[in-house]
């Protein structure tokens, strides 16, 4: 991965965003694109910048800053006057890509790695796949957003500086006048137990517990999963379904083994006498 991680931080496309990605795309008209080179090859005509940018609707400091980053091929130059540049429909098809693939998440350092080794074609391709199959398949519901009186409504009864809580842990993110809950069920769990009598600070400091391990165990699945089949596994089954597959599984399993571990854990405390008169006495 390209070392340039502060791209997207002075990155002009967070205002301006290439409108011409649509979310119909296929992943081979998508994958097209990248072929597609520039200059008079490309058997269209050439354009000025701001004649790209109606098309495109990438506004032309948004195509110099792509060009910069590596992500747009150098322009040619008119023959006519070299201090015009000229660009092609390989530059369209390209914004239109770099677009897709920035509304589907993915970083201008990655983007760039994409598009820079190899065949880019077919590695946009399979990435295109993986993101198809992958992102979202396991079982979290979609984000949710509430009105200021809906969330009063759910906060009722909570003990006062729940929602500021909440806000600090990302359980809620304010959106203008309203409030997004990126997990509605996370955020329905850590609302009943606090109900329950848990009180708040404990509820959370569980939860980042639980999110800075399960965080390395899902990341080092992820990257088996996708090792084993770059290796052959499931060789002649799309990933989708070999995803479908595993899913049901993968809750079952972590439920599981953590119930074994905690179980593991109770009985270590409760050998080590020590450690329990420490928590007994504090």
């Known amino acids: ?18 409108s011409g990605a649509g979310a119909g795309e296929t992943a081979d008209a998508t994958a ?23 098309l495109s609707g990438v506004a032309p400091r948004t195509i110099r800053f792509y060009q910069g980053e590596k992500l747009l091929q150098k322009p040619e ?8 540049a000229r660009y092609g429909p390989g530059h369209l098809e390209r ?42 398949s396991w079982g979290i519901d979609e984000p949710r957003i509430v009105q200021r009186d809906e969330l009063s409504t759910l906060l009722a009864g909570a003990p006062p500086g729940t929602q500021g809580a909440f806000e ?11 409030w997004l809950l990126p997990n509605p069920p996370l955020f329905d769990l850590t ?3 606090i109900a329950d009598g848990v009180p708040v600070d404990l509820v959370l400091e569980a939860g980042v517990i639980l999110a800075r391990s399960l965080s390395k165990a899902a990341t080092e699945l992820i990257d088996l999963f996708v090792a084993l089949v770059g290796q052959g596994f499931g060789r002649g089954i799309d990933t989708s379904t070999l995803v479908n597959a595993f899913r049901p ?22 050998n080590d006498t020590r450690r329990l008169a420490k928590h007994q006495s504090s």
């Open 1 to 18: 991965m390209a070392k340039r991680s502060n791209s997207s931080a002075n990155d002009p496309t967070d205002s301006v965003r290439a």
């Open 32 to 54: 097209d694109a990248t072929a597609a080179g520039v200059g008079p090859e490309d058997g269209g005509p050439l354009m000025t910048i701001e004649e790209l940018a109606e």
């Open 77 to 84: 130059r008119d023959r006519s006057d070299g201090r015009v």
């Open 95 to 136: 914004l239109r890509l770099v677009g897709e693939l920035r509304d589907r998440g993915l970083k201008l350092p990655a983007i760039r790695n994409l598009l820079a080794e190899g065949d880019a074609s077919t590695r946009v391709a399979d990435w295109l796949g993986l993101d198809e199959s992958l992102r979202g």
């Open 168 to 178: 600090d842990a990302f359980l809620l993110v304010r959106q203008g006048t309203a």
């Open 191 to 193: 609302l009943g137990l």
């Open 249 to 270: 599984a993968a809750g079952d399993a972590a439920r599981m083994i953590f119930e074994q571990q905690l179980e593991r854990a109770i009985n270590d405390l409760l």
